[in-house]
């Protein structure tokens, strides 16, 4: 898919996401999340730094840090956890996170990104997820593209894959049934009950 048709999907994950956090008490943005050590409120703060930096403040933490990302989302993650609600639901909103994109990553980087963000919020607070089913497919497509599950240090070698609440499957040999939502985490690297796939490495 190009750009032009990727960008609407990211919009409409943005909307979704944050109209179902407008609509929860605050009390629930301190659940735990999928990311370990962040609640909610962590990766909404994450998953919207473009929207409070510019691509040169950004550039300029990553200096200070030794060009250390992780350590920058982290610190980021916790001062602008503290923002009140009301201005993380304004930058999910905000029209530079409708435009914005990672680094060579083009708007299939920015779907990836809020897709799977947003479950990793969702599935903790057990809201139903906010992507659509042919979102999940382009997701789930893009996950098991060569090369991409590994950067998560997931292997699917050797695993049919099949979706239980989609119509979508990928590979062959020892059968893996699992809802959309628990397939995409996994092979992003969480931790889903009852759903292991196999480890290259610790996930970055």
């Known amino acids: 898919m190009t750009d032009d048709e990727l960008q609407p999907l990211v919009a409409a994950e943005l909307d979704g996401l944050a109209a179902l956090l407008e609509s929860l008490p605050e009390a629930a943005w301190d659940t735990a999340s999928m990311c370990t050590g962040w609640r909610v409120r962590e990766v909404i703060a994450h998953l919207t730094m ?4 510019s691509t040169e403040e950004f550039e300029a933490m990553l200096r200070d840090a030794a060009f250390d990302f992780t350590a920058v989302s982290d610190r980021v993650a ?6 009140p609600r009301t201005t993380l639901l304004a930058n999910l909103r905000s029209g530079t996170m409708r435009r914005w994109a990672p680094p060579g990553g083009g708007f299939a980087g ?12 969702t599935a ?14 382009i997701i ?14 997931t292997s699917a070698d050797g695993l049919a894959l099949t979706a239980t609440d989609i119509a979508w499957s990928f590979g062959s040999g020892t059968p893996v049934r699992a809802p959309a939502q628990d397939l995409v985490l ?14 290259l490495r610790d996930p970055a």
């Open 140 to 153: 789930l497509d893009g996950l098991t593209a060569p090369g991409v599950h590994q950067r998560f240090g």
């Open 110 to 121: 920015a779907l990836n990104h809020v897709v799977v963000h947003g479950l990793d919020v």
């Open 50 to 53: 473009a929207a409070r930096y």
């Open 124 to 137: 903790p607070l057990r809201a139903e997820r906010v992507t659509p089913d042919q979102t999940m497919r």
């Open 78 to 83: 916790a001062r602008d956890a503290t923002l």
């Open 186 to 199: 996994a092979l992003c690297g969480r931790r889903v009950a009852g759903l292991e796939l196999p480890k």
